[in-house]
């Protein structure tokens, strides 16, 4: 069993900044891939970036809207994974969700590949 514990939304303007974190329990972290998905009201649940270990270090992928402002990365020693969002426009406005993927072989952003999630964190940004 993996519990995973978001921290970090609040409100913010347009243009500013939040850092989300995610602490995770369970004693094999560095093997996990480790993903953030947002949604919506009246939205469906979307993949926003994960992190993936691999062989030489670490895989990343970012979905193409928060490509160049969002930045996810990974703390093995705290068993935490972070996501810094940078530029944050009305539109990001979202309960985040954490989620691990034990099984990490492959890449993945859809959300029922995932096995554990964390309650979620409001972000709200303001125009």
């Known amino acids: 069993q993996v519990e995973l514990v978001e921290s970090g939304g609040g409100l913010v303007q347009a243009g500013g900044s939040l850092r989300l974190s995610c602490a995770a329990s369970?004693?094999?972290?560095?093997?996990?891939?480790m993903g953030w998905f947002r949604q919506a009201p009246g939205k469906e649940r979307e993949f926003v970036a994960v992190?993936?270990?691999?062989?030489?270090?670490?895989?990343?992928y970012y979905t193409n809207s928060v490509k160049g402002r969002f930045a996810i990365s990974k703390d093995n020693a705290k068993n935490t994974v972070y996501l810094q969002m940078n530029s944050l426009k009305p539109e990001d406005t979202a309960v985040y969700y954490c989620?691990?993927?034990?099984?990490?072989?492959?890449?993945?952003?859809?959300?029922?590949?995932?096995?554990?999630w964390g309650q979620g964190t409001q972000v709200t940004v303001s125009s």
């Open positions: 989620a691990a993927d034990i099984d990490s072989g492959v890449l993945r952003t859809a959300p029922g590949e995932y096995d554990y």
């Open positions: 369970g004693r094999t972290f560095s093997s996990y891939s």
């Open positions: 992190i993936k270990p691999s062989w030489i270090g670490t895989d990343i």
